[in-house]
């Protein structure tokens, strides 16, 4: 389901008073693919609830991947991720990082890839500060959106 910030707050208090692992990670997911799905699942496998954070349109052209990124509009790609057996929520924040969100919902374990240096990932501070863990997560290699473009552009 796509949730507000306010209402992912509520379903973390739920998932709290439950002892539910609390899992996060972010990104754009522009255009979906194996990589994702199976990055997504790997993040779900650390706990009980997975929540997505994803670029707003306006975040996503901020990290100037492509002057025509993204693709797929804000509500298009939260719509696709929260289809995902693997998530339980999306939140689309407008940021240019997630940091505001990840100190709202707080998570028990921050999830990136392994492409991500340790001391790079935004909100560690705040997750370790809590006596949660950052897990780096290997990525499926041969899948990425900025190839699949480049292919449908040949």
């Known amino acids: 389901m796509v949730l ?29 693919h194996p990589g994702h799905t199976r990055y997504l699942a790997d993040a779900k496998a650390l706990g009980d609830v997975l ?33 995902l057996a693997a998530v339980d929520a999306v939140v689309v924040f407008d940021e240019d990082t997630p940091h505001a969100i990840i100190s709202a919902v707080q998570p028990d374990v921050l999830v990136k890839g392994a492409d991500w240096g340790e001391n ?17 997560v290997e990525l499926s290699p041969g899948y990425s959106t900025s190839a699949i473009l480049a292919k449908i552009r040949k």
């Open 51 to 83: 929540i997505v954070g994803i670029n707003s349109d306006r975040s996503a052209r901020a990290l100037a991947k492509a002057p025509d990124r993204p693709i797929n509009s804000e509500q298009e790609r939260a719509e696709v991720l929260a289809a």
């Open 4 to 32: 507000s910030l306010s209402e992912a707050r509520v379903l973390v208090e739920r998932a709290r008073s439950r002892g539910q692992t609390l899992v996060f990670t972010n990104g754009v997911f522009d255009i979906l």
């Open 120 to 136: 790079a990932i935004v909100g560690r501070d705040v997750v370790e500060a809590r006596g949660g863990r950052v897990v780096r």
